[in-house]
């Protein structure tokens, strides 16, 4: 029946899940592929280098994505007015446009080399800068097209957009490293991957009518944006906490080198959390309109089902990452243990994810923000600790110290708040 937990609400999260899943091991798969590549194309330090591009191209994504995209899925899910979903989906993204613009201009006014602020902290030409401005961008916009998708239910193109996004973006990067053995070319390909994938992603909301303007009552959408500015504040600073494990690599004993360990630990975990992390997508726009006791069933057991995927998933992993790592030649046996360690952690992340996707279909976004908030503290904290003395090692260990605490405080929280309504 429709209301229990074999009706047809637990069927659609599996069989959205699967799909998801399914796209998502493709698209991660392509990635990986493709980052591995790139340690053989370029050295050790280059690969370094074009990990700090990453990591600083997502940090000022985040301030142009805010909390946007699990918002538009939920709000949209939700509501059954075609004009609100229009609005939500028009106003995240030029909101997205707008902070990008933003983001990029305080990029250059603080770093660039010749009249930045800040030149010292992060250490990058202006041809560095202009290309991970641009980047920052796309990177915020293709995720939130995607939400808009996943929002409609229309989970064929949010799969087909994270695929094709996989391939354009690998394409693109390796071709141009391989051309001119630079991680600035592996930038520039990046960037021009995202830019297609963009362009298909919003002429297709544009025509299908799910982007336009707002002709209803105002009180609705300006509650989202208002939601969406808190949650994407805690965003941003994971993502600032996240950008200064980056910096303290890269003035650590060894600084490229570790920052390409630890991206190669990032990368090798992804096949940890890629099946979880698709039940907490698929999850969430059932979760929105499900009834408060089952709700609490099923957010118990999808829960329990993403941890005990995660441990499978990083015992091969974890045994293994040794043997990886010396794939790669005499300037990567170092990364073994932050690998493992990374492997490790990506269970308290398949674990955190998950009841991030539950407070906010029920919701509940200041405990996701709090959860948040506290995710970056402790990544920060721990990363000041531990970084320059264990290098790449000592920011995956942040990254288990940080997931593991947030999701120690989701897990009774989400529930107790579901039971007060």
Same mark, same amino acid.
């Given at each position: 029946?429709?209301?229990?937990?074999?009706?047809?609400?637990?069927?659609?999260?599996?069989?959205?899940?699967?799909?998801?899943?399914?796209?998502?091991?493709?698209?991660?798969?392509?990635?990986?592929?493709?980052?591995?590549?790139?340690?053989?194309?370029?050295?050790?330090?280059?690969?370094?280098?074009?990990?700090?591009?990453?990591?600083?191209?997502?940090?000022?994504?985040?301030?142009?994505?805010?909390?946007?995209?699990?918002?538009?899925?939920?709000?949209?899910?939700?509501?059954?007015?075609?004009?609100?979903?229009?609005?939500?989906?028009?106003?995240?993204?030029?909101?997205?446009?707008? !902070?990008? +613009?933003?983001? *990029?201009?305080? #990029? %250059? @006014?603080?770093?660039?080399? &010749? =009249?930045? /602020? $800040?030149?010292?902290? !992060?250490? +990058?030409?202006? *041809?560095?800068? #202009? %290309? @991970?401005?641009?980047?920052? &961008? =796309?990177? /915020? $916009?293709?995720?939130?097209?995607?939400?808009?998708? *996943?929002?409609?239910?229309?989970?064929?193109?949010?799969? &087909?957009?994270?695929? $094709?996004?996989?391939?354009?973006?690998?394409?693109?990067?390796?071709?141009?490293?391989?051309?001119?053995?630079?991680?600035?070319?592996?930038?520039?390909?990046?960037?021009?991957?995202?830019?297609?994938?963009?362009?298909?992603?919003?002429?297709?909301?544009?025509?299908?009518?799910?982007?336009?303007?707002?002709?209803?009552?105002?009180?609705?959408?300006?509650?989202?944006?208002?939601?969406?500015?808190?949650?994407?504040?805690?965003?941003?600073?994971?993502q600032g906490a996240m950008w200064v494990c980056q910096v303290l690599l890269l003035n650590s004993p060894g600084g490229l080198a570790e920052n390409g360990y630890f991206l190669l630990a990032s990368r090798l975990a992804l096949v940890v959390t890629f099946l979880p992390n698709a039940i907490s997508s698929a999850a969430l726009p059932h979760l929105s309109a499900i009834s408060p006791q089952e709700g609490l069933r099923t957010q118990r057991r999808l829960t329990l089902a993403t941890v005990l995927l995660s441990m499978l998933l990083s015992t091969p992993v974890i045994i293994g990452a040794p043997l990886a790592t010396a794939w790669f030649g005499s300037g990567y046996e170092a990364a073994g243990y932050p690998v493992a360690v990374m492997a490790a952690a990506a269970i308290a992340v398949a674990a955190n994810n998950m009841l991030s996707a539950t407070a906010v279909a029920w919701r509940r976004v200041r405990l996701w923000v709090a959860s948040d908030v506290v995710l970056a503290l402790a990544i920060a904290v721990s990363g000041i600790l531990l970084i320059p003395s264990h290098g790449a090692i000592g920011a995956a260990i942040s990254y288990a110290i940080g997931y593991s605490l947030s999701a120690a405080i989701l897990l009774p929280l989400v529930s107790k708040s579901r039971r007060g309504g």
């Amino acid at each position: 029946m429709r209301g229990t937990w074999g009706g047809w609400r637990l069927h659609g999260i599996a069989r959205t899940a699967l799909t998801i899943s399914v796209s998502n091991a493709l698209a991660r798969g392509i990635g990986l592929a493709a980052s591995l590549c790139l340690a053989f194309l370029i050295s050790v330090t280059d690969f370094g280098v074009f990990a700090l591009l990453a990591a600083t191209a997502a940090f000022v994504g985040s301030l142009a994505q805010l909390g946007f995209a699990p918002l538009i899925t939920q709000r949209i899910a939700q509501s059954d007015e075609v004009a609100t979903q229009r609005f939500v989906a028009a106003r995240a993204l030029l909101a997205a446009a707008a !902070l990008s +613009l933003l983001g *990029a201009l305080i #990029l %250059v @006014v603080l770093f660039d080399p &010749g =009249f930045g /602020a $800040l030149p010292h902290v !992060l250490p +990058l030409t202006r *041809a560095q800068l #202009l %290309v @991970v401005a641009a980047w920052s &961008g =796309f990177l /915020a $916009l293709n995720p939130l097209a995607s939400s808009v998708f *996943a929002g409609h239910h229309d989970f064929a193109w949010v799969n &087909g957009l994270g695929v $094709l996004r996989a391939i354009s973006v690998s394409v693109a990067s390796l071709g141009l490293a391989w051309l001119f053995d630079s991680p600035l070319a592996a930038c520039v390909g990046a960037l021009a991957g995202e830019v297609v994938v963009a362009a298909l992603a919003v002429g297709t909301l544009y025509r299908r009518g799910w982007i336009g303007r707002w002709a209803g009552n105002e009180a609705e959408p300006g509650g989202f944006l208002g939601a969406s500015f808190v949650a994407g504040l805690a965003s941003l600073s994971i993502q600032g906490a996240m950008w200064v494990c980056q910096v303290l690599l890269l003035n650590s004993p060894g600084g490229l080198a570790e920052n390409g360990y630890f991206l190669l630990a990032s990368r090798l975990a992804l096949v940890v959390t890629f099946l979880p992390n698709a039940i907490s997508s698929a999850a969430l726009p059932h979760l929105s309109a499900i009834s408060p006791q089952e709700g609490l069933r099923t957010q118990r057991r999808l829960t329990l089902a993403t941890v005990l995927l995660s441990m499978l998933l990083s015992t091969p992993v974890i045994i293994g990452a040794p043997l990886a790592t010396a794939w790669f030649g005499s300037g990567y046996e170092a990364a073994g243990y932050p690998v493992a360690v990374m492997a490790a952690a990506a269970i308290a992340v398949a674990a955190n994810n998950m009841l991030s996707a539950t407070a906010v279909a029920w919701r509940r976004v200041r405990l996701w923000v709090a959860s948040d908030v506290v995710l970056a503290l402790a990544i920060a904290v721990s990363g000041i600790l531990l970084i320059p003395s264990h290098g790449a090692i000592g920011a995956a260990i942040s990254y288990a110290i940080g997931y593991s605490l947030s999701a120690a405080i989701l897990l009774p929280l989400v529930s107790k708040s579901r039971r007060g309504g």
